[in-house]
């Protein structure tokens, strides 16, 4: 069975390995799968391709957002490498 861990701490978790600020549409409270991955996913992986394939597993239905660097939800197709740049300005 997979560990359940509260959204604010998954959220810490991607944010620590992916360099990738995230918020979950959920409760504090709630809880959902732990992020268990070791490395961080490739940078020419696409925003729906990283939420498909290992955020939105995880979170039990809950919505999601991205948040890029200017404080706006960049486009799906935008690759994961230019968001995390978009981090440094």
């Known amino acids: ?3 359940k861990i509260s959204v604010i ?3 810490a978790k991607v944010l620590e390995k992916e360099e990738i600020v995230i918020r979950v549409r959920a409760s504090f409270s709630a809880k959902v799968s732990d992020y268990n991955y070791d490395r961080k996913a490739a940078k020419n992986q696409t925003i729906t391709g990283f939420l498909t394939e ?3 597993p995880a979170l039990n239905g809950y919505g999601v957002v991205i948040v890029g660097g200017d ?3 960049p486009h799906s197709r935008t690759k994961l490498g230019r968001l995390r740049k978009s981090y440094e300005k």
């Open 54 to 56: 290992r955020i939105k």
């Open 71 to 73: 404080y706006t939800t």
């Open 1 to 3: 069975m997979t560990e």
């Open 9 to 11: 701490e998954f959220e």
